[in-house]
């Protein structure tokens, strides 16, 4: 009864930080020159702070350390690999938002803290599994790049994310693992907060900083979920409930391929694009969005019960 106590008073604290922090975010970035101006391939049409991540870093770091009885539950060795590497993907976040980073120096430097968390997640375990190990770096790069990717309207890779915690804290409740229950509890109320001031209009974006943070995040609590179940069939739940960014990413990849364009290239042909150019405007597109991310969530969900039976 207690620790469900602390989920949630942590929970609400961490929603409640990320509000009062998300207009500082806001003049932090102003300050710095992280503006997201419009162009070609942009929706809004005036210069907005993309530094929002700030205030879900801050708000879910904080809230961790006034927290500390759940995230004891991992050895000194996981926390502080996973605390480096989260916060290393951050700071690289924010480096992009303000500097624009090279394409390929920053896949470098993602790498290395991809690297860093996996370790950590493996000094969880009791064995080592190259093969395990070389599937989870793949899956949290290739999160973290998704989640970045379909950042390009307003209110979709905050709410996305409420979404994916969402069924995240479903499983986690079922196979009781009070870690991932935690994390992905501060996530989804640090989304939540983030999300007023996200919405269309939005005020603010998430920045390179937030889009890769979430998904670097939300990778790593898949990843544990993932190894600590008996069942690796886990996985088929795991990525329905995580859909959308991988099924957005794959689609363009493909696309890209099969026209003979670049990879690192932005273009109009992401998920949110498609469906505004058949004459959506914003909000019906993102409610449009939204109920996939619920029905995948819902049938995540069930999914994982029929696999555990």
């Known amino acids: 009864m207690t620790y469900y106590y602390e989920i949630i008073t942590s929970g609400l604290g961490c929603f409640l930080l990320t509000i009062i922090l998300v207009p500082l975010s806001m003049k932090v970035g102003t300050f710095i020159g992280a503006l997201d101006y419009p162009g070609e391939i942009k929706i809004h049409s005036t210069p907005t702070p993309r ?16 927290f500390p009885s759940i995230v004891n539950h991992l050895n000194i060795e996981t926390k502080l690999l996973i605390i480096l590497s989260v916060s ?10 303000v500097k624009n980073l090279n394409a390929n120096f920053k896949l470098i430097l993602q790498m290395i803290n991809v690297v860093l968390a996996v370790v950590g997640l493996f000094t969880l375990q009791n064995s080592f599994s190259i093969v395990y190990f070389f599937i989870i770096f793949i899956f949290i790069l290739g999160y973290t790049n998704s989640f970045n990717l379909i950042d390009g309207m307003d209110g979709l890779a905050s709410g996305i994310a409420v979404f994916i915690s969402l069924g995240l804290i479903a499983i986690s409740l079922l196979a009781k693992q009070q870690v991932t ?11 939540l907060g983030f999300l ?11 920045g390179d900083c937030g889009s890769t943070l979430l998904g670097f995040s939300l990778g790593i609590i898949i990843s544990i979920i993932w190894l600590n ?9 795991l990525l329905m409930i995580a859909g959308i960014p991988i099924i957005d990413t794959s689609s363009i990849i493909i696309r890209r391929l099969i026209n003979r364009k670049s990879l690192f290239v932005g273009d ?9 150019q058949k004459g959506y ?11 996939v991310g619920l029905f995948l969530t819902i049938i995540g969900i069930i999914l994982y019960i029929l696999v555990e039976l």
């Not at 007023?196 to 998430?206: E, Q, V, Y």
């Not at 179940?229 to 739940?237: E, G, H």
């Open 51 to 66: 530094f929002g991540g700030m205030a879900i870093f801050s708000s879910i770091f904080l809230t961790s350390f006034l």
């Open 88 to 97: 290393g993907i951050f700071l690289l976040g924010v480096l992009d938002d």
């Open 181 to 191: 229950l935690f994390g992905a509890s501060l996530i989804i109320c640090a989304s």
């Open 196 to 206: 007023i001031f996200n919405l269309n209009p939005a005020k603010t974006f998430l």
């Open 229 to 237: 179940s008996t069942n690796k069939f886990v996985f088929l739940p």
């Open 268 to 276: 109009r042909n992401h998920l949110y694009d498609l469906i505004m």
């Open 281 to 291: 405007n914003i909000k019906q597109t993102l409610l449009f969005i939204y109920s």
